[in-house]
């Protein structure tokens, strides 16, 4: 009898509490240990790696996405974009050993919501049911976007997905968070003066200060007049230069709540790009940890 239990309770199919389990599992690890990394929080980097895996995704071929957690293998986690991400992966690591039947996919993803939520930003529909391939199912090198080319560039890759204008500048706030690394991307400095709090500083920032082109040995990058300690990158500057994208800026630097809304939907779809998932898989919405 006691076996059959142990195998009842492994083909159940896990609940929404046992993803809330895992969400907060994950919530709890974002400023464990992070007292001397960065700003206080690895939040940022898990942003990154969610949407490192899944933004390799390609309309026309189906290929790429969060589906497949490749990111785990050489040549993918050695691709140049990728630079850094270990760190994140090895924290999404400690999570899988408690809660071994979660797949990557899903864990990355759900570890992007998780940082999204607990730095304050909006609540992001989450669904389950990503599984993970193998190495040979790895993305060319390519996928991701360039930050030193311009709006063309931006264009390229984020239509390549199937987003809209207005789609490619909601995402681009994320970028209130986190920072640029020199021993990562070569770019360094925060976006903002809150780079662990999710917010419309980004597009404010964009709008309101002067930006100059930081005189330095690393890649061409802008940095604030005032204060010279924040940083614009050569694809965020394109945002206000294109008068498409800049509709957009004006909009969400003047309307935080819209830009919520706009993000947390366009963030819960970036990573389902390209997944199969069952038929009738509910959206998930998790409680933060202080709820
Ligand atoms: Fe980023 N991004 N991103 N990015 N990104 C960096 C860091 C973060 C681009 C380039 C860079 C998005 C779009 C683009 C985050 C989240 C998102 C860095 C610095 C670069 C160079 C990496 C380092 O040195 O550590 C480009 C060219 C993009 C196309 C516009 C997304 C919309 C903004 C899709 C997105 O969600 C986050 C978070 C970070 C901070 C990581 C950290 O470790 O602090």
């Known amino acids: 009898?006691?076996?059959?239990?142990?195998?009842?309770?492994?083909?159940?199919?896990?609940?929404?509490?046992?993803?809330?389990?895992?969400?907060?599992?994950?919530?709890?690890?974002?400023?464990?240990?992070?007292?001397?990394?960065?700003?206080?929080?690895?939040?940022?980097?898990?942003?990154?790696?969610?949407?490192?895996?899944?933004?390799?995704?390609?309309?026309?071929?189906?290929?790429?996405?969060s589906n497949g957690a490749t990111m785990r293998f050489a040549p993918e986690s050695d691709h140049g974009a990728n630079a850094g991400l270990k760190v994140a992966r090895d924290i999404m690591e400690s999570i899988h050993k408690r809660f071994p039947w979660i797949s990557y996919s899903d864990l990355w993803t759900l570890g992007g919501v998780v940082a999204i939520q607990e730095m304050q930003g909006p609540t992001i529909s989450w669904r389950p049911g990503r599984s993970d391939k193998d190495v040979a199912a790895c993305s060319p090198d390519?996928?991701?976007?360039?930050?030193?080319?311009?709006?063309?560039?931006?264009?390229?890759?984020?239509?390549?997905?199937g987003w809209n204008d207005q789609e490619i500048v909601a995402l681009s706030g994320a970028h209130a968070l986190g920072r640029g690394h020199p021993d990562r991307s070569g770019y360094s400095g925060p976006w903002t003066f809150s780079p662990t709090m999710f917010t419309n500083d980004f597009f404010k920032l964009l709008l309101d200060e002067k930006w100059q082109w930081k005189k330095w040995n690393g890649p061409e990058q802008h940095e604030d007049k005032k204060t010279q300690s924040l940083m614009m990158l050569p694809t965020d500057m394109a945002l206000i230069k294109d008068k498409s994208f800049k509709k957009w800026v004006d909009i969400y630097a003047n309307d935080q709540e819209k830009f919520f809304e706009d993000f947390g939907n366009a963030f819960s779809r970036l990573l389902e790009l390209g997944v199969p998932f069952e038929e009738g898989t509910k959206p998930m919405r998790f409680k933060t940890l202080n709820a």
């Open 1 to 65: 009898p006691s076996t059959t239990g142990t195998a009842l309770k492994k083909l159940s199919k896990p609940a929404e509490k046992d993803y809330q389990a895992v969400y907060e599992a994950i919530a709890e690890k974002l400023e464990e240990g992070a007292e001397n990394y960065d700003d206080g929080s690895f939040g940022p980097v898990l942003v990154r790696l969610a949407w490192h895996a899944s933004g390799t995704y390609d309309k026309e071929t189906g290929t790429g996405g």
């Open 142 to 161: 390519g996928r991701l976007p360039d930050a030193s080319k311009d709006q063309r560039h931006l264009r390229d890759i984020f239509y390549r997905m």
